[in-house]
């Protein structure tokens, strides 16, 4: 249970709600995430519009990178929410089975994307293992692969913010979907 009262959806009003109505109509249900940060109402905007931003991005929308991605960094966080809420999505709207999660889970460089996809993935885990570690060679590598400047940007970005939002999950104890 959250150290903090979190806003369910039955006590949500006005744009809280509509985000709310959005999500469950997209997921099924409002993700606990949603309902902590709904306690900060213009906090639960910018990161539903960021993240609603990304998942429209052109070579990611119907990609599975961004689940991947989260799933790995909550391995790194200890983010038991994350993993459980990023299995389910692998799952139900990517069709994975638990079997090759638990694979990528152990070796990343096994997740099922396309080579660029793959590049692009690990290289935001580096980061995410040590943000000093970025060169100019894993960009010019990238870019060869057809990736733009902005989209490793966006990319490598949504990483470092996921690792933010893990924590704090983590410290207000937000455990189960």
Not at 23 to 44: I, N, R, T
Not at 139 to 164: K, P, R, Y
């Amino acid at each position: 249970m959250a150290l903090i009262k979190i806003v369910q959806p039955e006590d949500a009003t006005g744009e809280v709600a509509e985000i709310f109505k959005q999500m469950e109509a997209y997921l099924g249900h409002v993700p606990e995430a949603q309902k902590l940060y709904a306690v900060s109402p213009g906090f639960l905007q910018a990161t539903v519009a960021n993240i609603t931003r990304l998942m429209g991005h052109p070579k990611f929308a119907n990609s599975s990178i961004l689940a991947w991605t989260r799933l790995l960094i909550a391995g790194n966080t200890n983010c038991t929410y994350c993993i459980d809420f990023n299995k389910w999505l692998l799952i139900e709207r990517y069709k994975f089975t638990i079997e090759q999660i638990q694979q990528v889970q152990k070796e990343p460089k096994s997740a099922p994307l396309e080579p660029n996809e793959l590049a692009l993935l690990m290289v935001i885990i580096k980061v995410i293992r040590d943000s000093n570690s970025l060169t100019q060679e894993d960009i010019q590598s990238l870019l060869q692969l057809g990736w733009q400047e902005a989209d490793i940007f966006e990319a490598i970005a949504h990483g470092t913010q996921m690792v933010g939002m893990d924590l704090l999950l983590n410290a207000f104890h937000v455990k189960e979907m």
